[in-house]
């Protein structure tokens, strides 16, 4: 079920049962020459979504900007500061747990974001440490390429050229989302180079397409099915044993 999608009855039936709600989370960045600006909030909201579809589980709202200071070199990036995230993904806890919700699953799209949601969990869990009160609430983040199943499905489907920023697999998955927003761009070189990086103009001098190691031309709407569909299920195997029984399989118990 999709919160933006539910009357707030419906979230107060669901409540009743299970605690539990998906934050996908993710950026707005390049994604080099034939990716999506919104890829890495695009890939773990499309999972959540037919995660939450086919097990009854809550999916809240998409956090779509994130960490992505080294990406604004290039058109259309945007950024939080890392204490701006911190401060904001404080009140989406708060405000969720507001209500009886004591298990929060961000899925997250982007690996520039995961130190500052840890930074924002501890804060999160320092207001119960510093009280000296026991902390009702339990928070967990997960990068959804590393489901069980996803990484060996996404080497089979690119063996060369899978690359670590506009990976093959992740434009994939936003393909199969958005049909719509494909591009056809020949890639030069063919696979992108490799390194480190500090700031946006560091960023852009190294990589000047965008690309880090990868062939995104690769990239097709049905692997990004395929990478789904695994995605998929070994998130709502992940979310049951979070969460508990799914809501769909409770009512029908
Ligand atoms: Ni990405």
Same mark, same amino acid.
């Given at each position: 079920m999709l919160l933006h999608h539910a009357a707030w009855p419906e979230v107060e039936a669901y409540l009743k049962h299970c605690k539990g709600i998906i934050i996908p989370i993710g950026s707005t960045e390049q994604h080099g020459?034939?990716?999506?600006?919104g890829t890495d909030a695009i890939c773990p909201e499309v999972i959540a979504a037919e995660a939450g579809a086919d097990s009854g589980f809550l999916v809240g709202p998409t956090f779509n900007v994130g960490i992505a200071q080294h990406h604004l070199?290039?058109?259309g990036s945007m950024t939080l500061r890392p204490s701006t995230m911190i401060a904001a993904l404080n009140d989406w806890i708060e405000s969720l747990t507001? =209500? %009886?919700?004591d298990r929060i699953y961000f899925l997250n799209g =982007? %690996?520039?974001?995961i130190a500052t949601i840890q930074a924002a969990f501890a804060e999160f869990y320092a207001n119960f440490s510093l009280d000296a009160a026991p902390c009702p609430v339990q928070l967990k983040s997960r990068n959804w390429?590393?489901?069980?199943?996803v990484m060996d499905l996404a080497r089979e489907l690119f063996?060369?050229?899978?690359?670590?920023?506009?990976t093959a697999s992740e434009v994939s998955v936003t393909y199969y989302a958005h049909p719509s927003a494909i591009k056809s761009v020949a890639m030069s070189p063919k696979i992108a180079p490799v390194g480190g990086f500090t700031d946006a103009a560091d960023y852009r001098r190294n990589f000047p397409d965008g690309r880090?190691?990868?062939?995104?031309?690769?990239?097709?709407p049905e692997k990004g099915e395929r990478l789904v569909s695994t995605a998929k299920r070994a998130l709502i195997g992940e979310l049951t044993q979070f969460f508990g029984a799914p809501p769909r399989r409770a009512a029908a118990e």
């Open positions: 020459p034939n990716g999506l600006v070199g290039f058109p507001r =209500h %009886g919700i =982007h %690996g520039g974001n390429w590393e489901l069980p199943g063996p060369v050229g899978e690359g670590q920023h506009a880090i190691g990868s062939d995104p031309s690769q990239a097709t």
